[in-house]
């Protein structure tokens, strides 16, 4: 089981978005969680301070998740974060998008906490291999 | 069920934030009819329904789902280009923007929201398909993201593992789904784990209605967001109230003890003083986390003022200012009704057509303004419109022809009285009855509406340039600045926004008008009023001090035997009585009880012979 320590950042616009995503996250057990409100405040967070985990909406003002996500990527410090997107788009498109940028994972709204846990630990696992 | 505990709360989160953030979409769809091609605008405003579908979707309100998804895929086609704007796309926007405030309103009384109406759906999903609205074609909708995905092909070979992962997140998604059953389909199988929540199979409106059931609570919006910062600072202050407290503590023993040097009785004063200072920090810092921008009630106006505009085919733009005002919660909610009307009066009965305009060698689109600033410790809203202002004859004339006044009263009146002639009830200058106003039902309500609020509303106009409606509002209702006056013996307190100064009665100076006495102030002829006589009472004196009072369009003087002072006071209402004439009691600061009056209701429960003594009385007792 992973560690409830991980520091997780998630990333909405949309503040009650955030909560239900942070609410989630601690049935979960996992407590550590800061919020960012766009890709950019994001950013500067993940550079400014440590995390082990993204899990960010798509979209978003200023910038995207997606762009968030190829920023994390050509970062050479953020690179092998964990990356799982959010979108309310089940589109096909969208989700071979996220994975050629490089996402750990996907899911789509609305979810619960039993999706998450499922989605989390695919990726716990595909790290760990 | 601790999935989804605390569902009540994020309901209300739901709603404030969705709120604001549909109120935003409306006002860029006003931007959006100017600039039609601003993919900027279509993003935000696809965003926006992107938003609340999401929302939506974790509180399984699964009605609001399906319009917003559509409404979204009518703005990524817009966007992408593939749609062109036209008014009647723009219809079906406003009308499905329209709905989801509905459902909004219905999900804030903790009910489960009905699906759109058919009609909007099918006409969407006409729309969606390039057809105009016509025949029903629920089934035609190409944007429908399932619809979109043939059989998962290996196009992508080198990355296996994404066509699991899709096919993990779109468990259910047969190609062939209508677009209504679509976003429906992922919500219950995405929630199938949550028995308790989503029940599988059950039908999407039974399932959520007892979620949404318990978190009914109250009506009306009743959280409040508040910025930390005040709310640290009201937990600072009440820490150093409580140093102080203990403070005084030590002192109260000290004292107690026969220890009552001098120096001891400094540092009660000084601890004192502080008190006095933090208590009033404090109030102003409790206050301040009840002020609200009135931008949040702004917003709503330029979209009204559109919709209005174009059903009556003039040309408007109403432009907001001073949205950052703040404002304490319950009057801004308790100012839309009243501002809601102004806005339409000005659309309607302010401004002229665009025809009338030119020829009056105005320019065509006319101008509505409407602006808040704090003055001083007074809120000031206006409105303002560039039309053809207010003819004070016809006003008259008007009020002589619907019975409301008489000749000889209308012939009294100066111009700046005849406009004040349309907040009296029944008084409309509209001959039609419209949808739009013209009931006569109008003005004299938001003139009441203004008054509770403690505020005042006045009205300057010039013809043919236009009309200037002012409301000026106290910043708070929780205190109430008064003067506290003296009349048969007991104190009480007026509304200090009413007082305009304060002068000695001169019983030379009385003079008896058609019966009544009267004070001429700087060439002003004043009625001259007792508290006692407005309250019923036998004066026990007579009065010393006259206040000059001013309420909406009259000014008198009140007479009364003396005064305490002014002072900042809370209100309490009074419990099972309502006495004519009285707001409220509060404690004065040697703890005795004072009447707050109601100078309005004062004066219209006893209009006619109201405070009227016989003029003798006044100058001989």
Same mark, same amino acid.
């Given at each position: 089981m992973a560690d409830k320590n991980l520091r997780f950042l998630v990333v909405d616009d949309f503040s009650t978005m955030r909560r239900i995503v942070r609410n989630l996250l601690k049935e979960l057990g996992f407590t550590n969680v800061d919020e960012a409100e766009d890709g950019q405040v994001a950013l500067h967070k993940l550079k400014t301070q440590h995390f082990d985990f993204i899990v960010s909406d798509w979209n978003m003002p200023n910038m995207t998740g997606i762009e968030l996500l190829k920023a994390v990527r050509a970062d050479q410090q953020l690179k092998p974060l964990p990356f799982l997107m959010i979108t309310a788009e089940a589109k096909r498109e969208n989700i071979i998008e996220a994975a050629m940028a490089g996402a750990s994972g996907y899911i789509v709204k609305p979810f619960t906490a039993a999706t998450l846990e499922e989605k989390l630990n695919k990726i716990f696992q595909a790290i760990n291999k | 069920m601790s999935e989804f505990g605390g569902m009540e709360e994020l309901l209300q989160d739901f709603l404030m934030e969705s709120n604001d953030l549909l109120s935003d979409v409306d006002n860029k769809l006003v931007e959006l009819e100017k600039r039609p091609e601003d993919r900027a605008l279509l993003n935000d405003i696809f965003r926006g329904f992107h938003t609340i579908k999401g929302g939506a979707g974790f509180l399984n309100v699964a009605p609001m789902v399906t319009l917003c998804h559509r409404t979204e895929n009518l703005f990524d086609k817009l966007r992408n280009a593939e749609l062109q704007l036209n008014p009647e796309v723009m219809d079906v926007i406003l009308d499905a923007t329209a709905t989801v405030r509905d459902m909004f309103g219905t999900l804030g009384q903790g009910l489960m929201p009905k699906d759109a109406d058919g009609g909007l759906l099918t006409t969407l999903d006409a729309v969606l398909s390039g057809r105009m609205p016509q025949a029903p074609a629920p089934q035609a909708a190409p944007a429908a993201p399932a619809a979109a995905a043939p059989a998962p092909a290996a196009r992508q070979s080198n990355e296996p593992d994404w066509n699991t992962l899709y096919q993990a997140v779109v &468990?259910? +998604? +047969? &190609?062939?789904?209508t677009v209504v059953e679509a976003p429906a389909v992922v919500v219950a199988a995405e929630s199938e784990p949550v028995t308790a929540v989503a029940p599988p199979r059950a039908p999407a409106p039974a399932k959520t209605t007892s979620v949404t059931k318990s978190a009914s609570g109250g009506g009306h919006e009743n959280t409040i967001r508040i910025d930390t910062n005040r709310l640290d600072m009201v937990l600072n202050l009440s820490g150093e109230i409580g140093l102080t407290k203990n403070r005084l503590t030590t002192l109260r023993t000290e004292i107690l003890q026969g220890n009552n040097d001098s120096n001891t009785l400094r540092s009660l004063d000084e601890a004192i003083s502080q008190l006095d200072l933090l208590v009033g920090d404090l109030q102003n810092a409790v206050m301040k986390t009840r002020m609200q921008p009135i931008g949040r009630l702004f917003q709503k106006y330029p979209r009204l003022a559109r919709d209005l505009a174009r059903q009556l085919g003039k040309d408007v733009e109403l432009v907001l200012s001073g949205e950052e005002t703040e404002l304490d919660k319950t009057m801004i909610e308790d100012l839309n009704d009243p501002l809601v009307h102004l806005v339409r009066n000005a659309v309607d009965h302010g401004v002229e057509s665009t025809a009338e305009r030119i020829t009056a060698g105005k320019k065509p689109q006319s101008l509505i303004q409407l602006t808040a600033e704090q003055v001083g410790d007074h809120i000031l809203i206006e409105i303002t419109d560039d039309g053809r202002g207010m003819n004070a004859d016809a006003l008259r004339r008007k009020a002589v022809e619907k019975g409301l006044i008489d000749a000889e009263a209308a012939n009294a009146l100066d111009e700046k009285q005849c406009l004040q002639l349309i907040f009296l009830p029944g008084f409309s200058t509209k001959d039609q009855i419209s949808s739009v106003s013209g009931r006569g039902v109008g003005m004299d309500v938001v003139r009441t509406n203004i008054q509770k609020l403690n505020g005042r509303i006045d009205i300057n106009s010039i013809p043919g340039e236009g009309t200037r409606i002012s409301i000026s509002l106290p910043l708070t209702l929780a205190i109430l600045p008064v003067l506290v006056v003296r009349a048969c013996n007991q104190p009480f307190a007026v509304p200090l926004a009413m007082v305009r100064e304060i002068i000695t009665i001169d019983p030379e100076a009385i003079q008896e008008v058609s019966g009544n006495p009267t004070i001429v102030v700087r060439d002003e002829i004043l009625p001259l009023k007792t508290l006692a006589g407005l309250l019923g009472w036998a004066p026990t004196q007579k009065p010393g001090f006259g206040v000059l009072m001013q309420s909406a369009e009259r000014s008198f003087i009140l007479a009364i035997d003396s005064f305490v002072g002014r002072d900042d006071v809370v209100i309490k209402p009074l419990q099972n009585i309502r006495p004519k004439g009285v707001a409220g009691a509060t404690l004065s600061g040697d703890g005795s009880v004072v009447l707050v009056l109601d100078m309005e209701d004062l004066l219209t429960a006893k209009d006619g012979m109201g405070g009227v003594v016989k003029t003798s009385e006044l100058i001989t007792i």
């Open positions: - | &468990p259910a +998604a +047969a &190609p062939d789904r």
